[in-house]
Structure formats: structure tokens, C-alpha cells
């Protein structure tokens, strides 16, 4: 098995002065053909300046990205911080990410000091999805085509059978929801790899890397056009913003996790996708709002509206 992967040295950053942090590598492509680097890795490691910029005990519940420009895979970032609120229970920062001097990402964080508790009040949640819940993990095959981005993927076999699904015509575009498993790092055979310190921010950071991962390719499944559905790539995409809130602590993103969206609005060549993010245990712990700019360049003309 290949060495475990340092999130430290991977999204971890280096103090300047106050309010100023750089990373300690250079961000990471997608692909080799990808404009610029991961966006999940960016908004990640944005996380942890924001943290090494707050008080001890603080976690973040909600954190919003924008993503000005492309980066490249050459200089690491530079991140400067900014003190929005700074309160006993909740606190706000704002987050400026720059390469060459040039801004390329900026975000806002909301933190609290409690998270989670240990007797928890009145709640309720969406469904666990049922293609999570119906099938086995070890009998769904691994997708390693993530792995240089230490992400790993495992798709139940109804993503990729549009003829077992085709139920899903008679309901609108908005209301298909689709699933699949993913996790940060693995051990499952030689070729892949753990990653290991995914501890205090990078726990966040780690979810943040998930939850960027894949879903904004994955629009043809909704509209069940006639392609392969598991490979990586239709149509041009890009992510314009990520907003991601945190609804609980107890999650590790080193284990199977669920992940299931749908595509609320599509318009002007920009779509919004909303996502839940589940433990093992099926408790919705995350949620995911992204819009991306698509160009489907002629596929929409066999969509299943």
C-alpha cells in the first residue's frame, strides 16, 4: 500500500503575520486537462486559515465560497483573514484567497463552540436514499479515478442502469434524486491510500474536499441522456459557489459516507444543486448548495425533462 497522505502538509498553511497565512503545497488539478486546481481542496484549505485565525473551541456550522479565478498547480495560496464578529457562543470571518497576487477566492465562515450534543433536542432530517440503504458497500466495486485527489467513490449500480430507474421518468427533473457513496482516503487494497492527522480543521477540511467531489458532472444522470453515466466527463462545468453547513460534528470523513443531490434550476447556462451528506450510520450531517456554469454543447436536445 502507498504511504498515508499528511492533510497537514496537504491543505495545511503556514502563519505570515496576523490575519495572513500561505499554504504549504500548491493546490492539486482535478484532472490533467482541468482549467484549474480542485475546488474542494481550495474551499478546504480555506477552512483551516479560518480556523488558525479563531479562538481554540470554535468549529465551523456554515461555510460559503466563492470562486473568483482559476488557480494553478505551480505557488500555493495566500490567504488573509478577516475579523467579522467575534462572540462567547458564535463568531464570523471572512476569507480572501490570493495567487500572484491576484484574488482568486473569497468565503465566509460562521463558527460556534458547540456543534453537537449528546442528548439532542427535537429534530428531523431527509430520508436516507434508498439506494444507499438497499445496498451492501463491499458489493459495489470502488471507483478510483478520484484517488490522485484522495477521493474515492463507490456508485450503486442503479446510477449507471437507466433501465431498472426508468420510473424516474414520470417524476419532474427536480424531484430525481441520485446517490452514491464516497469517503477521503481508503484501505481497501494496495493501490490506494489512507489519509491520516484528519484531525481539528481538517475534519472539516476533509468534508469540504467530498462535497465538491463529482456531483456537478453528474447532471446527465439527471436528465437521463443516453451516455455511460461512470465516466468522468460529458460536458464542460465549473463551480461558481459552495456553500456547505455543517449540522453536526460526529462524522468522519475517512469512512463511507452517503451523498445524495438533485438539480434544482437550470437557467442561463448556470445550475443549482442542492446535496445531504450522511454518516454510516445514515444521519444527515451535512448539506451541500452549489451552482456551477454548464455547457452540455447539444446534449440537453435527448434530456428527459
Given at each position: 500500500m502507498a504511504g498515508p497522505i499528511d492533510?497537514?502538509?496537504?491543505?495545511?498553511v503556514n502563519k505570515l503575520a496576523d490575519g495572513s497565512y500561505v499554504g504549504r503545497l500548491p493546490m492539486i488539478k482535478a484532472h490533467p486537462q482541468a482549467r484549474g486546481a480542485y475546488g474542494g481542496n481550495i474551499a478546504g484549505q480555506a477552512l483551516v486559515a479560518v480556523a488558525a485565525d479563531t479562538p481554540p473551541g470554535f468549529v465551523p456550522h456554515s461555510f460559503q465560497s466563492y470562486f473568483i479565478g482559476a488557480v494553478d498547480d505551480k505557488t500555493p495560496l495566500e490567504w488573509k483573514i478577516e475579523q467579522i464578529s467575534q462572540g462567547k457562543s458564535f463568531c464570523n470571518r471572512h476569507v480572501r484567497g490570493y495567487q500572484d497576487g491576484q484574488l482568486k477566492?473569497?468565503?465566509?465562515?460562521?463558527?460556534?463552540?458547540k456543534n453537537s450534543h449528546d442528548e439532542q433536542p427535537f429534530q428531523f432530517q431527509t430520508p436516507?436514499?434508498?439506494?444507499?440503504?438497499?445496498?451492501?458497500?463491499?458489493?459495489?466495486?470502488?471507483?478510483?479515478?478520484?484517488?490522485?485527489?484522495h477521493i474515492y467513490h463507490k456508485m450503486p449500480p442503479q446510477f449507471s442502469d437507466l433501465a431498472s430507474t426508468r420510473?424516474?421518468?414520470?417524476?419532474?427533473?427536480?424531484?430525481?434524486?441520485?446517490?452514491?457513496?464516497?469517503?477521503?482516503?481508503n484501505d481497501e487494497d494496495p493501490s490506494q491510500q489512507l489519509v491520516?492527522?484528519?484531525?481539528?480543521?481538517?475534519?472539516?477540511?476533509?468534508?469540504?474536499?467530498?462535497s465538491d467531489s463529482l456531483f456537478l458532472t453528474r447532471l446527465a444522470r439527471n436528465l437521463r441522456l443516453p451516455v455511460d453515466h461512470l465516466d468522468p466527463i460529458h460536458y464542460f462545468s465549473v463551480s461558481l459557489d459552495?456553500?456547505?453547513?455543517?449540522?453536526?460534528d460526529n462524522f468522519d470523513a475517512t469512512q463511507w459516507l452517503g451523498f445524495s443531490f438533485r438539480a434544482l434550476r437550470l437557467v442561463n447556462k448556470r445550475v443549482v444543486l442542492e446535496a445531504e451528506i450522511y454518516d454510516v450510520n445514515g444521519v444527515h450531517v451535512a448539506t451541500v448548495i452549489q451552482e456551477g456554469l454548464i455547457h452540455l454543447n447539444g446534449l440537453e436536445e435527448t434530456a428527459k425533462l
Open positions: 492533510v497537514e502538509q496537504l491543505l495545511g477566492f473569497y468565503g465566509n465562515a460562521s463558527l460556534t463552540r436516507y436514499h434508498q439506494w444507499l440503504a438497499s445496498n451492501k458497500l463491499d458489493a459495489i466495486p470502488t471507483d478510483n479515478r478520484g484517488q490522485h485527489l420510473s424516474e421518468e414520470s417524476r419532474d427533473v427536480t424531484d430525481r434524486r441520485l446517490a452514491w457513496f464516497v469517503r477521503w482516503g491520516e492527522k484528519v484531525a481539528g480543521p481538517y475534519k472539516y477540511a476533509g468534508l469540504v474536499a467530498l459552495h456553500v456547505i453547513y455543517f449540522h453536526d
